[in-house]
Structure formats: structure tokens, C-alpha cells
């Protein structure tokens, strides 16, 4: 019984992150303008993400613009837009057969003998997967962390932490937590 409530809370954490690191993939709020310098009367927020760039008026316009060139960018953008998307792609795969794995695990067997290949397979995944997030968004979050108490960056280019940083961080703990439990089930 213990097997199966891990297996079931493994594929909801798993679908969990999985929904996560595509959200955090598409969301502009990587980098969030920062209101520094008793500036209280502030007309525009600026996002920054991996694939855009947003501005807010008030709160009451928003334009967004893609990237020009794949080929300006920076050259840590293109990485963690790389890892990302292979992280969104991995996550899938992990979910899918953390579905078999669950529909194809023998209910009467003990041990790894009874737990199908495929969870252990998923396990491996969501660990990997779980990492290949967590390194651009802490790598972002630290720079951005960074840059914001160097004295020597102009306070107009300070940003702050983006909703999508807080959205991987979650996502990843969540993944790393599903291939954890995975990974268990093989190892009893």
C-alpha cells in the first residue's frame, strides 16, 4: 500500500514540476525592474526573460518584444534558454513513463523485482531534470542578486527576482522530490 501512495505522489509531484518548468520557460518575469532610491512614483515595470522583454505602463499597458537575434544574446541566455528547453522536453518523457511505469508495476511482488524498469527510469529523469532547472534559474537568481548590491551597476539597470526564478525553484524542489521517491521504490 506505502508503495503505491509513494508511486501516485511521485507522478503528482512529477506532473507538478513537469507544469512548472514550462511555466517558468515562458514566462517574461525572470529579471523584475527594481524600485530603488525612495523612487515612489514609478511608470513602468520592465520584465526579462529568456525569450522577451516586457514593459508595463501603470498597469494598464503591457507591450512585449521577442529577442531580435539569436545570435546577439548573450551567451549564458542562450544556455539556460538551451537547458530550459531540454529540461521542458525531459520532463515530459519522465512523466510519460512514470505513467507506465505506475500502470505496468506488479501489485503482488516485493522489491525491485516487482517494480517495473520504467520507474526507475522516471526516477533517473526527474532527478535530471529537476537539476537542468535548477542551474539557470539559480545561476539567474544569483547574478541577479549579484548586480543588484554592486555599487557599481546604475540603479536604472537593478533588477529584482522574477516570479518565473520562484516558479523553478518550486518546480525543480518538486521534480527532484518526485525522482527521489522513484528512485527509492527501486532501491527497497
Not at 511608470?43 to 522583454?53: A, P, Q, R, S, V
Not at 499597458?61 to 539569436?70: A, E, G, I, N
Request: net charge neutral; aromatic share 10%; charged share 10%.
Amino acid at each position: 500500500m506505502a508503495c503505491c501512495v509513494l508511486q501516485i505522489t511521485g507522478l503528482i509531484f512529477g506532473g507538478v514540476g513537469m507544469v512548472g518548468t514550462l511555466a517558468a520557460t515562458a514566462m517574461p518575469q525572470w529579471r523584475v525592474s527594481a524600485y530603488v532610491d525612495g523612487n515612489i512614483v514609478v511608470f513602468e515595470t520592465i520584465w526579462e526573460g529568456l525569450w522577451m522583454d516586457c514593459i508595463s505602463q501603470l498597469g494598464i499597458r503591457l507591450q512585449c518584444k521577442f529577442y531580435d537575434s539569436v545570435l546577439a544574446l548573450p551567451p549564458p541566455l542562450e544556455a539556460f534558454r538551451a537547458l530550459m528547453c531540454i529540461a521542458v522536453g525531459l520532463s515530459v518523457v519522465s512523466f510519460l513513463m512514470a505513467i507506465v511505469g505506475v500502470k505496468y508495476t506488479q501489485r503482488g511482488k516485493e522489491g525491485p523485482q516487482g517494480i517495473s524498469v520504467f520507474i526507475l527510469a522516471a526516477g533517473v529523469a526527474f532527478l535530471l531534470t529537476g537539476t537542468l532547472v535548477l542551474i539557470p534559474v539559480s545561476w539567474t537568481g544569483g547574478s541577479v542578486i549579484r548586480d543588484f548590491y554592486d555599487p557599481e551597476v546604475p540603479v536604472p539597470l537593478k533588477r529584482e527576482l522574477g516570479a518565473a526564478l520562484y516558479v523553478g525553484w518550486g518546480s525543480a524542489a518538486l521534480l527532484l522530490a518526485a525522482g527521489a521517491m522513484y528512485c527509492h521504490l527501486w532501491c527497497r
